[in-house]
Each structure stands twice: as structure tokens, then as C-alpha cells.
């Protein structure tokens, strides 16, 4: 080719030319190095411009090549198209290559951007469900694990412990479906409309088993935990099950202790211990953040020769059994044991794990979530009954003394409503406790989504994060109680079981405690009578009144604790086999021999016997020689109360055992009256009974029972004719709660003794214008007792949601219980669930007889003020709870009015109305705010109306929970995780 045909080419624009002319021009440079100037035939500088200027031809050596590819001569033909297809292939793959490179960067950018948005999707859904969970969780009191923040497994028939997030069918807070994915949230998509969404799985960390937990025999308890995890994942037919504890228990354990400060701070911490695999199983089971209750008890041995339990606070997180998967639940009810029981198998505890769940997730009539001990104890008891049969009486006891966080223990003779025959003091191996709420405590995964137009994924962000959502206020002991009591003993309500305060010392219980009614001291006589003799035996032992001087017998001293060893109550002296200390006054002057009546109420505990054992015996001379000797006995014979009064009369001289006649050595009775009377249905042990006994020589003798005279025996009069030298064995002494006999042998019951009057003459009912006691004598018309407390104000504003507390009612108390709060305007009665009536406007008429109803739905919301029957408590026990409740509505003018009446706080009196009434609603009102440093003040009062008599058991109050939420604290924050 010519250098003419290519200036040729250049000139008609052809594309080949010019690129083949710069191809030239380029090679030649690269080919040759000119050191000096030499011209080419026929080339100008203009025909070659990037050619350095030639001033000479230059010599055929120089040209060879240059030449070779101009196809001039020397050179070879056809190389240098060859090099040009080279060169231009080179090109073509580096231009190939930056387009690929450009379009590769495009859409690395866009997918960075689509994880940056999945990200933020993530932490938003973290937020979301912190706001969601504090707009539900003020409700109520309790969780129900159909509440719409559980996490549920994909068949939706329980919590979905274990299910991952990704393939989750129903996660927390379920709002829809995009592109057949279910969402807890949308959002106007990136690629695709509702194509951005977040997926919420939230935990509950008291359903979960808390790895920080104390027990000398956690690790025992872990490696039960992972034999549980292994058989849920099986029978829920999870891909791979596996035991992700493997035996690992006791190492867990010592690598918890081997952390700074003994506790893990991260569940990651568990990792190491078990191995990847195993710790993502084990992840929805266990956590680090559960609350802990720092009042729970544990024996560290049996209980004393004197029947004084070994006790030691500690810290436990309950379980919260009405979110808590089955693993969990098998886990804590497995090896439960007490001194006379075999422990809980595996295999059993799995089986009472699914009553509790299909229990829970139950709508039938009396089931669903647990709200109440009550609930709790009559699971376990109805699992011990036809055709059931799962559980014997024992183990039952055992998992109510386990699960129950109050100890109650039965050595101190508590109320009939929360004895249990076996208590904390004889577990020989316990878990943890039951709760009925979160306590504030969530693990919360978020899952961010972006998805194509086609519904393919094109990112997701997996987020955890550990939130505190609300806080608890929670009295629950006696020290709890006292610490933010603002009443006093005028208020005729006491803390148990400690006698703080009314002996002024600081022993009050720091293990159990609740608030109960005192039994009133006698503020009227009978005006016949006088008052001999009186001691109540709740502010001392030393008597209230007497004629005499009364000293108490024994090493009694009111100034011990309980677990000292003192016998005084707030209701009473406790008299016990095992302390053998019976309350000694002299007898001259304070009960009269010959005629005379002695009144006092009795509380036998927890183990009756059919042998009856003294409940006072009075020793008195009528001279040196002769004397009177009164001996009341009493006891639980086949579930009956049996009282047996003995008269005798003796000569000081003249001893002989009458073994035969009462098992007691005693002066021989020249004249000896003995009546027994046995009341059937009555005497169940841990309730009071109100006994009467009279006397009057030559005429009879009386016994009266809760008011009810049983029986009427003629005595003959004292003779005058005993002559027979001597003196008495001891002096004249009257003693309560047992005796020592002449012998020297000990006779005493377990019983709890109060308000013991001695009167002057012979009474009987009417006539003598004397009345059964009421052992709750009303404050005023209104009620019985009040108790008023206060938790600490917070530096902080506070919202203060419901309120919940355990509540005992007995039967035979048929009186109710009603709280305030001065921070709203919440006044409420607990009522029995009465079935709704046409009102008149208020909330204490219509119609009530006492039955549960369920709750009408509201169709206007200015008829919640129809009235509606309060009725009688049908329950032994209720839980109620509140939001302090707005201003009354405006008046309304029918309608069906607000209607559930199961536990719930009705709202102050409302205006006139015309609709179908009801109780007020469950969670009546708005929150309440407190301001920062405000006491959250509380009473509760226990009503009795008028005309009816309660006896036989103290109504009791006890676990009281507020719940309110403060500052949202995150625990652990923006762990991110694989999705």
C-alpha cells in the first residue's frame, strides 16, 4: 500500500485508513529510533505528522522495516495487517472488559445499596417492635401466648422457640404477606410496591432459661434442658434434632464462674462451651438479661430439732409459664423433689409441660393463660384427679411449693388459703419459679427485606437485640412491705409473719410475708360480767388485763425474730410440739374456780392428730386441800373439729394416775365431768374457730363453737366434805397452748392462740346479752382493715400501667377488697363477676349473682356506664388489675355498656345511663405519668359488708406488682447475625 492510497483514505474519511494510518505512525515509532533526520520517498511531514522532521533520505537499513510494513520493497507483504487485527483485538477485549467492569460496578453499587437498606430495615424493625411492646405489654397484667408480639411455630400452635426467622410463617406482630413472605412491617418498596418489609421475631427472656441462674445444681438443670430441647425438636419435626448440651451441664457452669464477676455478660460467651451448631439451637432456650427476683428462698437443710426452718435468700429468674417453650418447661419440672417424695422423671414432666401449653393456648370456658396462683394450684391439684391421674397428691405439692415464689412455710401456722402440706423448707432439689409476665425483658430479631419486582430477595439483614421494656415495682416479703408501709396497727392490718411492729424491733421476715386482717381487741363487754382476766397476744405476751399479775411462763421473748425462735404473731401465740412453750399466768384472782367463762379463738395447723392435746388447763384450790382442775382439748379428727372439756375435782393429797380415763397423771377426781362434742364439715386445719367454754357450779356447763352452743352438761356442786391433808404439787397456774403435766410429762398441740377473755360468771347466748365475737371488728361501716403503702419515687418520669396483686379470699369471708391509688382517679372494687344487669347509672346495682360472665364487646363509647351487679366472690383467690382511670365519659343513653366483671377495676361512679350494664372493663382508664421523685402511693382496704359474719379464715393479701415503664434500656444492641 502506498502512502498516496493512504493520504487517499484519510481524505475520504475512511475509518480503516485513519485507524490504520495511526497504527503505522504508532508502530513505526515503536519499531525504529531515529538518531538522525532522513527523508522518505514521496512523504511529507504532513502525510506523516507524528513523524519526526527528515531533512535526508535515509539509508536502506533504516527503511527495511519501516519499509517491510508499507509493503515497500525489503520488506515482508502482509505483516502488518497482521499485527493490526492483533492490536485491534487487544483493544476490543480491554474496551469489553471496562464496559463489564462499569456495569459490574453499577450493580455492586445497588446492591449495596439494597443491604444498606435491608440494614436500616432491620434497625428500624428494632425500634418498631420497642414501641410496639411498650404499646401492648400496659394492657394487662399477664401474658397470653397468643399475644401478638409471640414469636409462634409455623403451624401457629405455640411459641416458636427454635424456628428461624427466615422461613417463619408467623412471626411476631404478623401484619400481611409480600410475595407470599409473611411481614411484621411494610414499607413502599425499592424495586417493587411493598417490596421492603421487616420481619420481627420477638422473645420473651423469662421464657427462656437464664444461664446466670445460682442453683448448686444448674448444671444438672442444662443438661436436662438440652435432653428437652432434643424431644421438642422431634416431635415438632424439626430438620436434624440434636441435644445441643450434650452432658456439657457442669462445664457451662464452670466457664460461667471462670468470667469476671461469675456471670456471662453475652450468650455468646456460651458458644466456646458447646460449638456453633449446638449454640444456635440453643439460643432461643437460654439467655443472660431474664429479671431475677432477689427474694426467693432455699432450704440448706432440714429444718431444727425446734421445728425452726433453715433458710437462705436466693436470687432466681422465674419462668414465665405462659410463654415459655416445652423444653423449658419439661426442664424446670424435671427432678422436683421433696424429703418424702421420688423425683419428677423426664418422661412426666414432658407430659404436665403439654397440659400446661394446650392449657394456656385453650379458649375454653375457665382456661387460657395463667393469671393467678389459684390457676396454678388448681392445674396441679385437677392433674391428681380421675380421670387424669398424672400426678400423685405429693408431687402435686411439691410443684406448688416449687413454682409458688413465696414460701409460706407451714411451721408458722399460716392462713388455710395459702398452706401448702409441702413447702420450699422440704424441697430437697427445686429449679425455678412461675411468673405470669415478661418482667419487662426482650430478645428482639429484626429481619430486613428488599425484594425485585419478581419477589426474588435481593438483601436481608438480620438484627438482635436485647431491650428492657418496662420495669416492675414488687413487693413480696414482709421486709417488702414494712419498707414502704405508711399505716400503722390502728388500721387493723398486719404483716406476716414477723411481729414488726408492734414489739418495736426490727424482725420482720425477709423470706415470705404477706398482709392479712388483725383480729380486733374487745372493745364492748357483756353487762352482765366483768372482764377478769385478758390478753390478746398481739402487741405482748404479758396480759392486757387481768385481777391478778400475770408473768409469762418459759424463755418467751416477743424481742426474738421468728427464725429465733419466738412464738408471737401478729395473730396470735403459735404454740408448737416441737418448742414446748406454753404461756403460764397465775390463777388467783384471774379465773374463777366455780363459776366463770373463758372465750378465745383457735388455729390448729397443718397436722391434726386424732389424740387431742391441751389447749389451756387451769390448776386453781378452793383451799390448801381441794381444788378444781379444767382441761380444753382439741384437734382435726377425720376432717372434723373435736372438742372435749374435762372437770375435775381432787383432794391436794390424793394422786393417782388416771392413764386409763385421760393419759394424763392428775389428782384423783372425787367428781369428774367430762363433754365431748365433734363438729362434722368443720375444723379443716390453718381457720380459726371461736370457742366458748362456761361453767357455774351445780348447774352445767357449756361449750359454744363459732357461736353455735353444741352441747349443755349438768355438774354437780363442790363438796365440802374433802378433808384429806396436803398441799397442791405446784402452784395455782393457768397454761395456753399446752401443758406439763404433775409428771413432769409435756402434752402440747400446734395451734395458734388469740384474744383470750376470762369473764367473772357463767354467760349464755342470748340471754346474758352476749354475742359470738366477730373476729374482724369494722373499722367503720365501710370496712375491716386498711393497709396503705408507698414504692419509692424514681428520679425519672415514670407511666404507670396495671396493677396486679395475689388476693386470697376466703370462703367464709364474703366480703371483697378494693384498692386506690392518689396518683388517678381509680377506686375499685374486686368483684365476683356478677352477671350484667339494666343499670341506673351505677357500678354497685343491677344484677349480680356472683357467676363470671364473658365480656360484651363495646359498640359505643359513651354507654360504659350502664350499672351491673357486683355479687359475691366466687373465687379464693383473684388477681386484679388497672390503668388509673380519665374523666367520666358524657352522659350516655343506652347501649350495652362496658361488660367484663372478671377481676377488673371500675371506674369512678358514672353518669346516668340507660344500657345493659357491667362491671367495668379489665384495663378501664389511661396510663397514669408520675413525675420525676413522685411516691406511687397504694391502699388496700378489705370490705365486709354489713350482716355478714366472717369466722373461720383471714383473707390475705400478697405479691404486690405494679408495672410501669420508664427509660427504654438496650441491653445488648446490634448483634448482627447471618439471616
Not at 507483504?77 to 467492569?101: D, E, P, Q, R
Not at 363433754?675 to 375444723?683: E, V, Y
Not at 374433802?722 to 402434752?747: I, K, N
Request: charged content about 15%.
Amino acid at each position: 500500500m502506498t502512502i498516496a492510497k493512504v493520504r487517499y483514505m484519510l481524505s475520504s474519511g475512511d475509518r480503516a485508513a485513519s485507524a490504520l494510518f495511526f497504527l503505522v505512525a504508532i508502530t513505526g515509532a515503536v519499531g525504529y529510533t531515529f538518531t538522525g533526520s532522513c527523508t522518505l520517498p514521496g512523504v511529507s511531514l504532513v502525510d506523516v505528522p507524528m513523524a519526526r522532521s527528515l531533512s535526508k533520505p535515509c539509508p536502506p537499513s533504516r527503511l527495511r522495516r519501516f519499509g517491510g510494513l508499507l509493503g515497500a520493497a525489503g520488506g515482508r507483504s502482509g505483516s502488518a495487517l497482521i499485527i493490526t487485527l492483533g492490536v485491534l483485538a487487544l483493544v476490543s477485549l480491554l474496551a469489553f472488559t471496562f464496559v463489564s467492569l462499569a456495569r459490574s460496578e453499577r450493580h455492586i453499587s445497588q446492591n449495596y445499596v439494597d443491604q444498606v437498606r435491608a440494614s436500616i430495615l432491620a434497625r428500624s424493625g428494632i425500634e418498631q417492635a420497642v414501641a410496639r411492646l411498650r404499646a401492648t405489654t400496659l394492657v394487662k397484667a399477664w401474658d397470653d401466648p397468643r399475644d401478638p408480639w409471640v414469636f409462634h411455630t409455623n403451624n401457629n400452635t405455640g411459641v416458636g422457640a427454635g424456628q428461624s426467622i427466615a422461613t417463619a410463617v408467623h412471626p411476631s406482630f404478623e401484619s400481611g404477606t409480600s410475595f407470599g413472605r409473611p411481614f411484621s412491617a411494610v414499607l413502599p418498596g425499592t424495586h417493587a410496591p411493598n417490596g421492603d418489609t421487616v420481619v420481627l421475631k420477638v422473645v420473651d427472656a423469662a421464657g427462656q432459661i437464664n444461664l446466670n441462674s445460682p442453683q448448686a445444681n444448674f448444671g444438672q438443670i442444662l443438661n436436662t434442658l438440652g435432653q428437652a430441647i432434643l424431644q421438642e425438636m422431634t416431635l415438632r419435626g424439626l430438620p436434624n434434632p440434636m441435644n445441643p448440651i450434650n452432658g456439657k451441664g457442669p462445664q457451662i457452669v464452670i466457664a460461667r464462674e471462670a468470667a469476671p464477676g461469675g456471670r456471662f455478660v453475652t450468650e455468646e460467651e456460651l458458644r466456646p462451651s458447646v460449638g456453633a451448631d449446638a449454640f444456635e439451637v440453643l439460643r432461643d432456650y437460654v439467655t443472660v438479661w431474664g429479671w431475677e427476683d432477689p427474694t426467693t428462698t432455699v432450704a440448706t437443710a432440714l429444718p431444727t430439732p425446734e421445728g425452726i426452718p433453715n433458710l437462705e435468700l436466693q436470687t432466681r429468674a422465674p419462668v414465665n409459664i405462659n410463654t415459655a417453650p416445652r423444653a423449658v418447661l419439661q426442664t424446670v419440672l424435671t427432678g422436683l423433689k421433696a424429703q418424702s417424695t421420688s423425683p419428677i422423671s423426664l418422661t412426666l414432666a414432658g407430659k404436665v409441660a403439654d397440659r400446661i401449653m394446650a392449657r394456656r393456648w385453650s379458649t375454653a370456658p375457665g382456661e387460657g393463660p395463667f393469671k393467678t396462683w389459684k390457676e396454678v394450684y388448681s392445674f396441679f391439684d385437677d392433674l391428681v384427679k380421675a380421670p387424669t391421674l398424672l400426678l400423685t397428691p405429693a408431687e402435686a405439692a411439691v410443684c406448688k411449693a416449687n413454682f409458688n415464689p413465696n414460701s409460706t412455710l407451714h411451721a408458722f401456722n399460716p392462713e388455710r388459703v395459702i398452706n401448702l402440706p409441702i413447702d420450699k423448707a422440704d424441697l430437697t432439689f427445686s429449679t425455678t419459679e412461675f411468673t405470669f409476665r415478661s418482667m419487662g425483658v426482650y430478645e428482639i430479631y429484626s429481619l430486613g427485606r428488599v425484594f425485585q419486582a419478581s419477589g426474588e430477595i435481593v438483601a436481608e439483614s438480620v438484627i438482635s437485640s436485647t431491650v428492657q421494656v418496662y420495669d416492675v415495682f414488687y413487693a413480696t416479703t414482709q421486709d417488702d412491705f414494712e419498707d414502704g408501709r405508711t399505716s400503722d396497727a390502728a388500721d387493723n392490718t398486719a404483716s406476716f409473719p414477723g411481729s414488726f411492729p408492734d414489739t418495736g424491733t426490727s424482725d420482720s421476715a425477709w423470706f415470705s410475708g404477706y398482709i392479712h386482717l388483725l383480729t380486733h381487741q374487745y372493745l364492748s363487754l357483756p353487762t352482765t360480767a366483768q372482764r377478769q382476766f385478758e390478753a390478746p397476744w398481739r402487741d405482748m405476751f404479758t396480759a392486757a388485763a387481768s385481777a391478778g399479775n400475770p408473768t409469762p411462763g418459759g424463755s418467751k421473748d416477743e424481742n426474738l425474730s421468728i427464725l429465733d425462735g419466738s412464738d408471737l404473731f401478729p395473730d396470735g401465740s403459735y404454740a408448737n410440739s416441737l418448742r414446748r412453750e406454753p404461756l403460764t399466768y397465775a390463777a388467783t384472782q384471774n379465773l374463777p374456780p366455780d363459776e366463770g367463762t373463758i372465750e378465745f379463738w383457735v388455729k390448729f395447723d397443718r397436722n391434726p392428730s386424732t389424740l387431742l392435746e391441751p389447749i389451756f388447763t387451769v390448776t386453781h384450790p378452793f383451799t390448801t386441800q381441794t381444788g378444781i382442775q379444767h382441761v380444753l382439748k382439741g384437734g382435726i379428727s377425720g376432717g372434723s373439729l373435736r372438742i372435749e372439756s374435762t372437770r375435775l375435782f381432787y383432794v391436794a393429797a390424793d394422786y393417782v394416775p388416771l392413764a386409763a380415763r385421760e393419759g394424763y397423771p392428775v389428782p384423783y377426781a372425787n367428781e369428774k365431768t367430762v363433754i365431748t362434742a365433734t363438729l362434722p364439715g368443720r375444723g379443716q386445719s390453718n381457720e380459726w374457730h371461736h370457742l366458748v367454754l362456761s361453767w357455774f357450779d351445780g348447774t352445767d356447763q357449756r361449750l359454744y363453737v363459732d357461736g353455735q352452743l353444741l352441747w349443755v352438761t349438768t355438774i354437780a356442786p363442790t363438796s365440802n366434805t374433802w378433808v384429806t391433808p396436803g398441799t397442791l404439787p405446784y402452784d395455782p397456774v393457768c397454761q395456753f397452748g399446752g401443758e406439763y403435766a404433775q409428771d413432769g410429762s409435756a402434752h402440747f398441740p400446734n395451734l395458734t392462740m388469740d384474744d383470750v377473755v376470762v369473764f367473772n360468771a357463767s354467760l349464755a347466748y342470748p340471754a346474758m346479752g352476749f354475742f359470738p365475737r366477730d373476729r374482724f371488728e369494722g373499722l367503720d361501716p365501710v370496712y375491716n382493715g386498711e393497709w396503705r403503702g408507698a414504692f419509692p419515687p424514681l428520679p425519672y418520669p415514670v407511666t404507670v400501667g396495671p396493677i396486679a396483686w395475689t388476693e386470697w379470699i376466703p370462703d367464709s369471708y364474703n366480703g371483697q377488697s378494693l384498692i386506690s391509688m392518689p396518683v388517678g382517679l381509680a377506686l375499685g372494687l374486686l368483684p365476683g363477676g356478677g352477671n350484667p344487669g339494666k343499670g341506673n347509672g351505677t357500678v354497685n346495682k343491677g344484677g349480680g349473682n356472683g357467676k363470671p360472665k364473658k365480656p360484651k364487646k363495646d359498640k359505643d363509647d359513651d354507654d360504659d356506664n350502664g350499672g351491673g351487679g357486683f355479687g359475691p366472690l366466687t373465687e379464693d383467690e383473684a388477681l386484679c388489675l388497672y390503668a388509673p382511670a380519665p374523666p367520666p365519659p358524657p352522659p350516655g343513653g343506652g347501649g350495652n355498656g362496658g361488660g367484663n366483671n372478671n377481676g377488673g377495676i371500675p371506674p369512678p361512679p358514672p353518669l346516668p345511663g340507660n344500657g345493659n350494664g357491667g362491671n367495668a372493663p379489665q384495663n378501664f382508664g389511661v396510663p397514669q405519668v408520675l413525675v420525676a421523685n413522685q411516691s406511687l402511693n397504694y391502699s388496700f382496704k378489705f370490705v365486709n359488708p354489713a350482716g355478714l359474719t366472717p369466722l373461720n379464715v383471714t383473707p390475705v393479701i400478697d405479691d404486690v406488682t405494679i408495672l410501669y415503664q420508664g427509660p427504654v434500656r438496650f441491653l445488648a444492641y446490634r448483634i448482627e447475625i447471618a439471616p
